[in-house]
């Protein structure tokens, strides 16, 4: 009896899987609704001060077949990985779905940095990559940021000289703002006789890049499966079946990301409406203003939040839509979110997961009275809760969460060492968040247990901002630590540092060159509030632990004093 209770006791949790996933591919959902509803809106685009734009499913399959077919021709084979980079629009999906129906494998990048140096690394890391297909970006930064390590013959497409060895051609989604001669999709020629490959579901549908927490982010494989499971997921979180009508869902997510990618409108034949660069808003409370426009005019019924922008949402005061559902995630969830139920949404679900493990814990809240208890394993989910020793702990007691699903994260590409350090032999997924199974045998997440800080969704390694600091040459030491953002439930960057020369540095001149040694683009404006701290303090001298190395948390402690002033700046900068 002891034992049973004992076993009853332990911190483990597993979901049955009675999800009825289709065991399909993407092109063939596609297919299928461009056959039953050809001329429904799948995507709807919208871009600040821009007229919205829009792609049905028949159209969005008829030019993907078509793009398929002229790749086909220029020599993309099954299995080859072509990299795909540029914002949420029609030509992403296009090239997207053209990839896949040609039975290759999409690889999808960014051009966070001005150099395309973090670009080509994965690149070149994942191996095999025969092409790339790229949106030009505004004022054409993403082509200028791919001629620093690629020359291409303008009129082929085709590839003269390259840093990325593997790579024969080059396809923009559309002209050159310049005017400049280029090679675009519309250039492809294509032979209507061309034959399409059969694809198996277990193909792999999507190369994923992580966050990079640590600066440097890594690729995980999706077969069709396990994205189509994903799609499912995020209905199923909210709580959505055909009988609830059209599934119409807001998602600024880019679709490179899981949390973002349009799996769930191929599952339920739904419409998906988007933004189509949310990181050029240089605010969370910008970016909501816009979106809070959107989802007015759109009137729509479902959306999905990470927490810093929900809560921003709910801060908006004239905001007087009603969701049936919202869906949140990305970071632990405050209570205060279950408030706004039957005010601004109806039912709110909470989401959990990340590229390496998928969806994994899910809840529905339907009441403002209900208690925020944590989440509980998606259908078909093991969780386990480990402690320093590897083994598990009893219920009521904090350690580290591991997950295990089907189908299993597969381990990072080309990276074994890495791979080897999050992943047990016998299939479990180390998150590395800090989390305890309750009394009412839901999982509760603390934090991390490594001291990477969440911030708008990204996982950031303070030692990677620490580098970044270092560079300049009056700096003598930095300390990187978060301070919690109370109005957005986030991680606020911060910086402790010793200068060499006290006349030589300043807050602001500090914030400047860290811009500068970062180089995100336009595009990409958003990010610099996550990478530059918001406080910078300096000390004579850093706090150090009895070996020698810097304490983050009294050196936490001592910056706290001097940060929170009326005007944003530190006191002593």
């Not at 295990?404 to 999050?422: C, D, H, I, Q, W």
Request: overall charge negative; hydrophobic content about 40%; aromatic content about 10%.
């Amino acid at each position: 009896l002891d034992m049973m209770e004992e076993i009853e006791n332990q911190s483990y949790l597993r979901a049955v899987d009675n999800m009825d996933v289709p065991y399909t591919t993407l092109p063939k959902l596609l297919q299928k609704w461009a056959t039953i509803k050809p001329e429904s809106e799948a995507f709807v685009f919208y871009t600040y001060e821009q007229p919205k734009t829009s792609i049905t499913f028949g159209k969005l399959c008829q030019d993907a077949v078509t793009l398929a077919k002229g790749i086909r021709r220029l020599g993309i084979d099954k299995g080859d990985i072509v990299g795909i980079g540029g914002k949420n629009n029609l030509e992403w999906l296009v090239s997207t779905f053209a990839v896949l129906f040609a039975g290759a494998c999409p690889m999808y990048l960014t051009f966070h940095d001005k150099t395309g140096e973090g670009m080509k690394r994965i690149v070149n890391k994942v191996g095999g990559c025969k092409m790339l297909i790229i949106d030009p970006g505004l004022d054409d930064i993403h082509w200028k940021i791919c001629q620093n390590f690629l020359q291409v013959d303008a009129s082929t497409g085709a590839v003269e000289e390259s840093e990325i060895p593997s790579v024969r051609w080059v396809l923009l989604t559309t002209a050159l703002e310049s005017g400049k001669q280029c090679f675009t999709m519309k250039d492809v020629i294509f032979d209507e006789n061309t034959i399409l490959p059969e694809i198996d579901p277990e193909d792999t549908a999507a190369i994923l890049q992580t966050s990079g927490s640590t600066g440097f982010p890594k690729a995980v494989k999706y077969s069709h499966y396990r994205i189509i499971k994903c799609g499912l997921h995020f209905a199923f979180a909210l709580d959505w079946n055909p009988e609830n009508g059209e599934f119409i869902f807001f998602n600024d997510r880019p679709f490179y990301w899981l949390g973002g990618y349009p799996s769930f409108s191929l599952v339920t034949g739904g419409k998906h409406i988007t933004q189509t660069n949310m990181l050029t808003f240089s605010s969370i409370p910008e970016a909501m203003m816009f979106t809070s426009e959107i989802v007015q005019n759109e009137k729509v019924p479902y959306a999905f939040f990470i927490v810093p922008f929900l809560l921003e949402l709910l801060m908006l005061k004239k905001f007087t839509w009603t969701f049936k559902g919202v869906l949140t995630g990305g970071q632990p969830v405050p209570a205060s979110c279950l408030s706004a139920i039957g005010k601004v949404y109806n039912i709110l679900g909470v989401l959990y997961g990340s590229t390496e493990a998928a969806f994994n814990m899910g809840k529905i809240y339907r009441s403002s009275n209900d208690k925020y208890v944590g989440l509980s394993a998606l259908p078909g989910v093991e969780i386990k809760i480990v402690g320093e020793n590897g083994m598990m702990v009893p219920i009521g007691t904090k350690g580290e969460l591991y997950v295990r699903n089907v189908p299993s994260f597969p381990g990072y590409l080309n990276e074994p060492e890495k791979t080897a350090k999050v992943l047990t032999d016998s299939g479990w997924y180390k998150t590395d968040d800090f989390a305890q199974v309750n009394s009412d045998r839901c999982v509760e997440i603390f934090g991390r247990v490594s001291d990477v800080m969440e911030i708008a969704g990204a996982k950031i390694l303070p030692s990677f901002v620490e580098e970044i600091i270092k560079k300049n040459k009056a700096v003598k030491e930095a300390v990187v630590f978060s301070v919690k953002d109370t109005l957005h439930n986030d991680d606020m960057p911060c910086a402790a540092v010793v200068r060499t020369d006290e006349k030589a540095l300043t807050e602001h001149s500090l914030k400047a060159f860290m811009k500068k040694e970062l180089q995100f683009s336009q595009e990409a404006k958003f990010l610099e509030s996550i990478y530059v701290p918001k406080h910078i303090v300096f000390h004579k001298e850093l706090p150090k632990t009895p070996t020698g190395k810097s304490d983050r948390s009294k050196t936490r402690d001592i910056s706290l004093p001097y940060m929170m002033t009326e005007s944003g700046e530190s006191k002593n900068s």
